[in-house]
């Protein structure tokens, strides 16, 4: 066994003793009409867009019940019945782990997934929280991003990294376990750290705009957050100076807990929000013929 499973065996067992105490909200026990979801999306970082003015509202913090999203999901919704959420996804662990507890499950991981991009893009997510929106108008959504979680759209060069491992183990075409994260080859000296976070922040940067137009299109008390944030070589603990990256399940330190509650109240009429939302499909449509002219 190598020194970067050695490690995370150790922390396994020290999570036990330092991290027991559960204080996350249940993000269904919020007020909301329509939740985003951005994928290991850290406090801070959506924090420093929200300075620039990329995304307006008002921001404040929650605090996860989990540090990875098959965590998270089973924290907030196993076993229960939400029959009044449709739950838009590019993340396939929603479809594994609680695709009973929704009125409706869109996995938009399988038919809108980009094989150029090994994920699926925002502009996909937008699209089909769009048609969600039109379709089931009496639903509160949940719109799960996959970004800013890797792969990194602006910069593909890290290798075999990301989330088709996953989607094709969903569909039985592969082993789950055969993905390796950048934050694994940024521990074992493969690649750069300043470069894939760098990358990673540009990933945000990216989804943002999709965001703020679903803000700005669906009526309604509409929040973004995230199932957890990451960590990016934080102390595990004050008194364990061990470095973690990216986001192991239940280690509940801050950077992995703390995550952005941006609160946008969109008060437009029913009318209103129909006419944009059939607006913006039309639109799309065009885009779409255009392309393939």
């Not at 909301?32 to 801070?44: E, F, G, Q, V």
């Not at 996909?124 to 991003?145: T, V």
């Not at 280690?251 to 913006?280: C, F, H, Q």
């Amino acid at each position: 066994m190598d020194s970067y499973y050695l490690k995370y065996k150790l922390l396994r067992q020290l999570q036990k003793i330092l991290y027991r105490k559960n204080n996350g909200v249940y993000v269904v026990n919020e007020e909301w009409d329509n939740l985003i979801i951005l994928d290991a999306c850290r406090y801070d970082m959506l924090e420093e867009e929200y300075r620039k003015g990329k995304i307006q509202g008002k921001l404040e913090y929650r605090i996860s019940r989990a540090t990875c999203t098959p965590d998270f999901l089973k924290e907030n919704f196993s076993g229960k019945d939400f029959k009044d959420i449709v739950y838009v996804t590019g993340n396939p662990y929603v479809d594994k782990f609680v695709k009973e507890s929704f009125y409706k499950v869109i996995s938009v991981w399988n038919f809108g997934w980009s094989e150029r991009y090994r994920t699926v893009l925002p502009s996909k997510m937008y699209e089909y929280s769009l048609k969600a929106a039109k379709k089931y108008p009496n639903k509160r959504l949940i719109i799960h991003f996959m970004q800013p979680h890797y792969p990194f759209l602006s910069d593909m060069n890290f290798g075999d990294t990301g989330i088709k491992y996953l989607r094709e183990g969903m569909m039985g075409k592969s082993d789950p376990r055969r993905e390796i994260t950048v934050w694994k080859m940024i521990e074992i000296q493969k690649i750069d750290m300043n470069r894939v976070i760098v990358a990673y922040k540009k990933n945000l940067e990216i989804a943002l705009p999709y965001v703020k137009k679903i803000l700005t299109v669906l009526r309604g008390k509409n929040i973004v957050s995230a199932d957890h944030g990451n960590a990016i070589g934080e102390f595990f603990h004050p008194l364990i100076p061990i470095k973690v990256y990216g986001h192991p399940c239940g280690y509940r330190m801050k950077p992995l807990i703390r995550v952005p509650w941006l609160i946008y109240d969109n008060e437009i009429s029913t009318e209103k929000e129909g006419a944009m939302i059939e607006r913006e499909l039309l639109r799309l449509k065009v885009m779409k013929m255009k392309k393939n002219l």
